[in-house]
């Protein structure tokens, strides 16, 4: 019998857009990003009311760190290139 994950560390991210579909077209392009330690850090997103929420479990604090880290270095990138493509 495998032996389950303790999900000993979490964060939770919320983050404000200017509309539904520029959070829709964050998450669509975070989604795609794959935790490198499956088994070790989960994330789940989801988009309401403007806001791409995302929260994080892991069962080291250096992998959550790690995870969350990469994740904003995307999500910094996904942002800059809404705001240069948006129609204004």
């Not at 964060?11 to 490198?36: G, M, P, R, W």
């Amino acid at each position: 019998m495998a032996a389950t994950a303790t999900w000993d560390f979490s964060c939770h991210l919320d983050v404000n857009f200017e509309t539904e579909q520029h959070a829709f077209i964050a998450y669509t392009s975070l989604a795609v990003d794959k935790e490198l330690q499956p088994g070790k850090v989960r994330r789940v997103m989801s988009v309401s009311n403007n806001k791409l929420s995302v929260h994080f479990e892991a069962i080291e604090a250096r992998l959550l760190r790690a995870s969350l880290s990469a994740f904003v270095d995307v999500l910094t990138l996904a942002t800059k290139t809404i705001q240069e493509f948006r129609e204004d």
